[in-house]
């Protein structure tokens, strides 16, 4: 079902880029735009993972310096049926962890030194599993689909405000105006809606290869508490979506922007698949 929203979700990504590419700039604006999303977002699914380590400072982490890290990964890997990925750490007092890497072959786990700190193995070993879900799942690719056709749409907007639309008579002034103001915060919600989408998936997964979602659902409470009590104060808001849990301060009105879905649905869902693998619901 998960899956089926993802798709469903950027099919609609999909017909809003037709709709505002055929009202502003018929098929040569639409392809224009396009190349121009998916030039930027090549460059970034190719070399992203390169820079958001450079961005934490993450530095490679040694079976020797890490040896309970590095066998947990290894277990995880096998079960799941992946190349075991790269480990790195960034060294912060902030608990947290993500993945990166445009494919399998190419990925890497990243933790934050707070939550080895913070976490049981048991805990972490959650965590750990569902990092490397993301990978299976090739989230990184999906995600710059969606990143791909939002910033088309974008820059489509941006050219019907410069050049209007190729109809524009009458009361098409008014559905212009329209698209041009609701087409790229539809598609900046899609795309929001995608990434929340993934996380409930690698969830989902991730507990079947750990073969225990109450450990994770514990180290999701335990590191939603943590990150409001200690958010990360460095890196850019744009790579939110990467970390298990929003590592940024922020709630209210922002929540409908966040990258992420509400920890408590999350546990929930961790919970009733808990109770259908007869290990009860209670967190641990």
């Given at each position: 079902?998960?899956?089926?929203?993802?798709?469903?979700?950027?099919?609609?990504?999909?017909i809003l880029?037709?709709?505002?590419?055929?009202?502003?700039?018929?098929?040569d604006?639409?392809?224009i735009?396009?190349?121009?999303?998916?030039?930027?977002?090549?460059i970034?699914y190719?070399?992203?993972?390169?820079?958001?380590?450079?961005?934490?400072?993450?530095?490679?982490?040694?079976?020797l310096?890490?040896?309970?890290?590095?066998?947990?990964?290894e277990?995880?890997?096998?079960?799941?049926?992946?190349?075991?990925?790269k480990?790195y750490?960034?060294?912060?007092?902030?608990a947290n962890a993500?993945?990166?890497?445009?494919d399998?072959e190419?990925?890497?786990v990243?933790?934050?030194?707070?939550?080895?700190?913070?976490?049981?193995?048991?805990?972490?070993?959650?965590?750990?599993?569902?990092?490397?879900?993301?990978?299976?799942?090739?989230?990184?690719?999906v995600?710059?689909?969606a990143?791909?056709?939002?910033?088309?749409?974008?820059?489509?907007?941006?050219?019907g405000?410069?050049?209007?639309?190729?109809?524009?008579?009458?009361?098409?002034?008014?559905?212009?105006?329209?698209?041009?103001?609701?087409?790229?915060?539809?598609?900046?919600?899609?795309?929001?809606?995608i990434?929340?989408?993934?996380?409930?998936?690698?969830d989902?997964?991730?507990?079947?290869?750990?073969?225990?979602?109450?450990?994770?659902?514990?180290?999701?409470?335990?590191?939603?508490?943590?990150?409001?009590?200690?958010?990360?104060?460095?890196?850019?808001?744009?790579?939110?979506?990467l970390?298990?849990?929003?590592?940024?301060?922020?709630?209210?009105?922002?929540?409908?922007?966040?990258?992420h879905?509400?920890?408590?649905?999350?546990?929930?869902?961790?919970?009733?698949m808990?109770e259908?693998?007869?290990?009860?619901?209670?967190?641990?």
């Amino acid at each position: 079902m998960t899956q089926l929203r993802t798709y469903l979700l950027l099919g609609a990504l999909s017909i809003l880029l037709v709709l505002i590419g055929d009202y502003f700039g018929g098929t040569d604006g639409m392809t224009i735009a396009l190349i121009i999303a998916a030039v930027m977002n090549f460059i970034s699914y190719w070399y992203s993972d390169k820079i958001v380590l450079s961005m934490y400072r993450a530095r490679p982490v040694s079976r020797l310096e890490a040896p309970e890290l590095h066998e947990i990964v290894e277990d995880l890997a096998t079960r799941a049926g992946i190349p075991k990925p790269k480990i790195y750490i960034v060294d912060t007092p902030h608990a947290n962890a993500f993945a990166t890497g445009r494919d399998p072959e190419h990925a890497a786990v990243v933790v934050t030194s707070g939550i080895l700190r913070l976490l049981d193995k048991r805990e972490l070993r959650g965590v750990l599993a569902h990092e490397l879900s993301h990978i299976k799942n090739r989230d990184i690719l999906v995600m710059s689909v969606a990143a791909t056709l939002a910033t088309a749409i974008f820059y489509l907007s941006r050219l019907g405000l410069f050049f209007g639309g190729r109809r524009r008579r009458g009361g098409a002034d008014a559905i212009g105006l329209l698209l041009l103001i609701f087409a790229p915060i539809a598609a900046m919600l899609i795309q929001l809606a995608i990434s929340r989408s993934r996380e409930y998936l690698a969830d989902e997964s991730g507990a079947k290869i750990s073969g225990d979602p109450l450990a994770l659902a514990n180290a999701l409470s335990k590191l939603a508490y943590g990150a409001k009590l200690r958010p990360l104060t460095s890196g850019s808001p744009t790579t939110a979506h990467l970390f298990i849990v929003h590592p940024f301060s922020g709630g209210g009105l922002a929540s409908l922007f966040s990258t992420h879905p509400p920890i408590e649905e999350r546990i929930k869902r961790l919970k009733e698949m808990a109770e259908s693998m007869g290990m009860g619901s209670w967190v641990l």
